[in-house]
């Protein structure tokens, strides 16, 4: 009888578990903005600036990441899954760089992509959803 009670028990847990991967939500779909505390510089418009979006995609696996901005060797923001930021940089040549913070840190790791931008332009930069690659969306 007992034997039947646990896998009558187990038969339910297995159940109750399975429901939950029905429910849809938008966490892979949702970008949002990173929150103010984590976004250091450039945040302020300024006459004769260009605009560069930051944008890491979302997703479930790199949670425990985080994805530490830099622009011309300054640490500008940190962004989570699912997050973006836009920062407002003088025009000229710029290097954004990322370095991984958390569990995916690496020692020596560091991605980097080169942008040019004239005043009033607008540029995105994609950050995986893993915080390890940058690439320079097409224009």
């Given at each position: ?37 984590r976004?250091f ?13 930051i944008?890491?995609?979302?997703g ?9 901005i830099?622009v ?6 940190q962004?989570e ?17 990322l ?28 950050v995986?959803?893993?915080?390890s690659?940058?690439s320079?969306?097409?224009?």
């Amino acid at each position: 009888m007992k034997t039947m009670q646990y896998i009558a028990g187990a038969m339910t847990l297995a159940a109750l578990a399975l429901a939950g991967c029905g429910v849809t939500n938008n966490h892979d779909k949702v970008i949002k903005d990173a929150v103010s505390n984590r976004v250091f510089l450039y945040q302020t418009p300024g006459g004769g600036d260009a605009t560069l979006q930051i944008v890491r995609s979302n997703g479930y696996f790199g949670g425990g990441c985080s994805a530490q901005i830099m622009v011309d060797d300054k640490f500008a923001a940190q962004l989570e899954t699912g997050e973006q930021v836009s920062l407002y940089l003088p025009s000229g040549e710029h290097v954004v760089s990322l370095q991984n913070s958390g569990a995916c840190h690496k020692p020596g790791s560091k991605a980097s992509v080169n942008t040019t931008l004239a005043a009033g332009e607008s540029a995105v930069v994609e950050v995986n959803k893993w915080g390890s690659s940058l690439s320079l969306a097409k224009r």
